[in-house]
């Protein structure tokens, strides 16, 4: 079972739209969660990250945190098409400096 | 703003060449680190550095070495490059262990 999963997509959607982008982690010993964004041809940049079961947001984006299911979920509310990116999940234990990061959903927001 | 820059955004290089990657971050982190992203593979840890003169293998070291001679810069070095190493190298920085700030890539083709 790989460490982190996430559903590449691709993810099309109106502008509008709610959007929900999801990963889930086979490791407990997980404890900080971050979504990254990138733009095509730029390197990913932080979006949201949290170190604790429940959400946290800013603006339109939420981040949700389920630690028994071992489960995150980033929310994108009234989508824009300046939304459309890759998003990557990105988990650490926390122990050490390293990133495990999802393979990214290719999220499309149409006007 | 964290500023993290590549020495190239694209690059091309013969099979045998040796090929240095130059990274500098300028908000004096301690850690950095070398990815390789590629299509349904994600991001892959290279190295990354938590000081000076300091580095550790990441999941995919083979081929690869790096250098830090001083605390903003960063460099990967492909000591005899071949067509599988064809990819999209990030760079990234951080203090704390779990933001991590990315560059904007080098698209590198080895021919």
């Known amino acids: 079972q790989k460490e982190v999963e996430q559903d590449p997509g691709p993810l099309s959607v109106p502008e509008g739209a709610i959007v929900s982008l999801n990963c889930t982690y086979s490791?407990?010993?997980?404890?900080?969660f971050m979504w990254y964004r990138q733009y095509s041809r730029k390197g990913p940049e932080l979006l949201m990250y949290?170190?604790?079961?429940g959400n946290k947001e800013d603006g339109r984006f939420t981040a949700q945190v389920d630690k028994s299911s071992k489960y995150i979920s980033l929310f994108i509310r009234d989508s824009q098409p300046s939304d459309s990116a890759t998003y990557l999940c990105?988990?650490?234990?926390?122990?050490?400096?390293?990133?495990?990061f999802g393979k990214g959903t290719l999220l499309t927001v149409n006007p | 703003d964290v500023k993290v820059t590549q020495s190239s955004r694209y690059l091309v290089k013969r099979t045998g060449e040796k090929v240095f990657l130059e990274c500098v971050q300028d908000?004096?982190?301690?850690?950095m680190f070398w990815y390789r992203q590629d299509p349904g593979l994600g991001l892959r840890l290279i190295y990354f550095?938590?000081?000076?003169?300091?580095?550790e293998k990441g999941d995919i070291p083979e081929g690869y070495s790096v250098s830090r001679e001083k605390k903003e810069r960063f460099s990967l070095i492909l000591e005899s490059a071949s067509t599988n190493q064809t990819s999209m190298y990030l760079c990234?920085?951080?203090?704390?262990?779990?933001?991590?700030?990315f560059g904007p890539g080098t698209r590198l083709t080895v021919l």
């Open positions: 990105a988990i650490s234990g926390g122990s050490n400096y390293k990133l495990t």
């Open positions: 490791n407990s010993a997980f404890q900080y």
């Open positions: 949290t170190y604790s079961s």
């Open positions: 908000m004096d982190h301690e850690n």
């Open positions: 550095s938590y000081d000076v003169k300091m580095k």
């Open positions: 990234a920085s951080s203090q704390e262990w779990n933001e991590q700030f």
